[in-house]
């Protein structure tokens, strides 16, 4: 399809165990975002790439919590020794922006549906 | 963290009827936008504004930049069922790539 794609739609963990949640962004998209959504609340900002690079994580939780993005493309978000307030939706969001200034700059951001994960 | 508040959180109206929200935030942004977020789905972009005083408007949608930078509405005339669903307002700093969302607004469209 033509949007930001998900997968697993759901996941459901034991806590303790490492889960990996992928992200396939809108072709062409130079700049790729990862959020958190708790039940009730909006999106909160977790980490971006542009391309490749990883130039803000900032918004990771914990050490638990790695993301890559290693062709500039699909990106990965991996949440290692998972624990119970891990349980969200994760979102992945992608922008055509390259973040340089001018009009390319802060260009929306298109989301996907989101991974549920649920820890045990 | 910036925190946008979104009012009301939830409004119960009427099919026909006129909506209003509103967003507002301590901090100044240079990117204001509305995404709609159904159930089991991700938020899906409604209105960008890119421009204090900005007006835009997207089929029933109308959105504007509020000029102190610090606001934003949103109003959807004649509500039909299918508008039911969380209304979320973001800012995006220029130069800073990430969003800032509100809590939502929850609409519910009474037939």
């Known amino acids: 399809g033509a949007g930001v794609s998900q997968s697993p739609r759901y996941k459901v963990a034991k806590r303790g165990q490492d889960v990996a949640l992928r992200c396939d962004p809108i072709?062409?998209?130079?700049?790729l975002f990862w959020y958190q959504q708790a039940l009730g609340q909006g999106p909160e900002f977790l980490t971006y790439f542009q391309n490749e690079a990883q130039l803000d994580k900032s918004g990771l939780p914990s050490d638990r919590f790695f993301a890559e993005r290693p062709e500039g493309s699909v990106s990965t978000l991996k949440i290692q020794r998972t624990q119970q307030e891990d349980s969200a939706v994760y979102l992945c969001?992608?922008?055509?922006?390259?973040?340089?200034?001018?009009?390319?700059?802060?260009?929306?951001?298109?989301f996907g549906d989101g991974t549920r994960l649920s820890i045990l | 963290g910036q925190q946008l508040n979104q009012s009301p959180q939830s409004m119960f109206i009427q099919e026909g009827e006129d909506v209003s929200m509103n967003c507002t935030s301590s901090?100044?942004?240079?990117?204001w936008l509305w995404y709609k977020q159904d159930p089991g789905e991700g938020p899906v972009l409604l209105i960008a504004l890119y421009k204090a005083g900005e007006l835009t408007s997207n089929g029933r949608l109308t959105a504007q930049f509020g000029i102190t930078r610090k606001d934003s509405f949103l109003n959807i005339s004649a509500s039909i069922p299918s508008d039911v669903g969380i209304y979320f307002c973001?800012?995006?700093?220029?130069?800073?790539?990430?969003?800032?969302f509100g809590k939502g607004n929850q609409v519910v469209v009474i037939p």
């Open positions: 969001a992608s922008s055509i922006s390259t973040g340089t200034g001018g009009f390319w700059s802060n260009q929306p951001q298109h």
């Open positions: 901090s100044i942004f240079n990117t």
């Open positions: 072709s062409g998209h130079v700049s």
């Open positions: 973001a800012g995006l700093y220029y130069g800073n790539n990430r969003l800032a």
